[in-house]
Nanobody, 123 residues
Framework: QVHLVESGGGLVQAGGSLRLSCAASGRTVSSYAMAWFRQAPGKEREFVAT????????YYADSVKGRFTISRDNAKNTLYLQMNSLKPEDTAVYYCAARRGTVTTTRYEYEFWGQGTQVTVSS
C-alpha cells in the first residue's frame, strides 16, 4: 500500500505560520486525491483540506478557509499544507491521507493514512 509520512509540525505562537509536508512512498498510483485531517485531544478527526490529483479541485473546511493553503507536487510525491494566522484552536495532530478516487471531505473514504505530526499553537 501507499505509505504517508508527515513532517513540519511544531510549536508556534498564535498568528504565526507553519508548513506541513507529507511524503508518499510504496505503491505507485496513477491518480489519487489527497487530504489533510486533524484531531485534537478529546475530539474526532476532522477534515481540513483536500486536493485532486491534478490540483484542479480544492476544498477547505470553513474553519481554515482563507488561512490554510493545500498544494501538491506529484513529481516529488509530496503534499503540502501552508498554515497562516494560526490560532490556538488549530492545535491538533495533523494527518495526511490519500485515496484512489476523487476529492472528498469524508474521512472514511480515504484508504491510506500517515501517522500524524503535532501542531501546537500557543496563545
Amino acid at each position: 500500500q501507499v505509505h504517508l509520512v508527515e513532517s513540519g509540525g511544531g510549536l508556534v505562537q498564535a498568528g504565526g505560520s507553519l508548513r506541513l509536508s507529507c511524503a508518499a512512498s510504496g505503491r505507485t498510483v496513477s491518480s489519487y486525491a489527497m487530504a489533510w485531517f486533524r484531531q485534537a485531544p478529546g475530539k474526532e478527526r476532522e477534515f481540513v483540506a483536500t486536493i485532486s490529483w491534478s490540483g484542479g479541485r480544492i476544498y477547505y473546511a470553513d474553519s481554515v478557509k482563507g488561512r490554510f493553503t493545500i498544494s501538491r507536487d506529484n513529481a516529488k510525491n509530496t503534499l503540502y499544507l501552508q498554515m497562516n494566522s494560526l490560532k490556538p484552536e488549530d492545535t491538533a495532530v495533523y494527518y495526511c491521507a490519500a485515496r484512489r478516487g476523487t476529492v472528498t471531505t469524508t474521512r472514511y473514504e480515504y484508504e491510506f493514512w500517515g501517522q500524524g505530526t503535532q501542531v501546537t499553537v500557543s496563545s
